[in-house]
């Protein structure tokens, strides 16, 4: 069976103060926050943070200086990410932009995108959402049936998204459609569209998760005329730019610290002298911890050479969603407290929220039996 390779990450002693920076940032702005709302993780919006985020440099931080970026390595933006997200940031005003769209403009939009679109990204501005699930294309994700049609001077779009995050806070959504062809042409005949989310026709319609909060939505397209410059890339080449663009999708360290805010409140609860159950089991999740993070940060060395680490994307993910699940799972075998939202103790809070959260994990950005999918193949199992 061939093996998967991960080689090791870059050395990071550059980038040590370039942490302890981070860390000083966030002891200020999140002093008043409280675990509950840590436990957000990077769903978590706040707009003015992301602005003082892009004032510091750390939004855009790998992209040409011309466009905004900072010119800066794969491996600083990963401390950068990864303090936020151990620290519980509220990033979602910028995390689609600086994750995807922008990389995904970066590489194939046109000159004028990339110039008036980039800087506003960079300063922490504009919220970018992503529109490619529909009512009955999930994960099938070639069944895609919104379709834009091209028309004197533009493009007219029909169609729905479904479970779109942060639809009604973005500024534009990059939507995944078809072009030419029909469904049974699967992949071939889709492209990619930039979406001004202001465009008249566009509705979008809040859908509640399982903690009844508002994250993502229905859009739903009729009759919306965009102009011929929104294509992104090339007409009918949208699958190709859409691969590419899941592999920035799955492979950051937010894959694996949706629950480190309960992580840290199962420690606090614990106490100093955990009994040896619980050290054990703590102990266990720390070891994978850190091996997920090395997995991860090889990923960030592969995608900063240029490299297409698709399967060690995908492995990642899957691994990190199993341990992000594990956390609640064993957090309430060790302490005994009732999951309630509205508890004033905060371990019963951060796990209700968790435990509410986790079944998204290994749903959002590839469902696991897909990702196992592409690992198969990947082993040439399949
Ligand atoms: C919190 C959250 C945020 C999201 N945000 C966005 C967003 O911003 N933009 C966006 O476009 N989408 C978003 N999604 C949608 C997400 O990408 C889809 O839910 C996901 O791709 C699965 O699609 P589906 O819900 O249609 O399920 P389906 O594709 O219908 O799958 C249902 C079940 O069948 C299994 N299954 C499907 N096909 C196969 C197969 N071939 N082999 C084996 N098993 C299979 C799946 O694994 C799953 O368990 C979000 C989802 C969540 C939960």
Redesign the pocket.
Known sequence: MPRIAFPPPPASDATEALRAEVRDFLRTELADRPPRRRADSWNGFDRDFSRRMGARGWIAMTWPKRYGGHERGALERYVVLEEMLAAGAPVAAHWIADRQSGPLLLRNGTEEQRATILPRIASGDCTF?????EPDS???LAAVRTRAVPVEGGWLVNGT?L???YAHEAQYMILFCRTDGGTEDRQGGTSQLLVDLSTPGITIRPVLDLSGAH??NEVVFEDVVLPADALIGRRGDGWNQVMSELAFERSGPERFLSSMALLTELVRALGPEPSGHAAIAVGRLVGHLIVLRRLSRSVAGMLDKGENPTLQASLVKDLGALFEQEIPEIARQLVEAEPDLDSTREFSAVLAHTVMNAP?FS????????LR?IIARGLGLR
């Open positions: 959402c992503i529109g490619m699930s999930g994960s099938d998204k479970w779109t995050t994250h993502f998204a749903l959002r950005g590839g469902t696991r039996e897909i999918g």
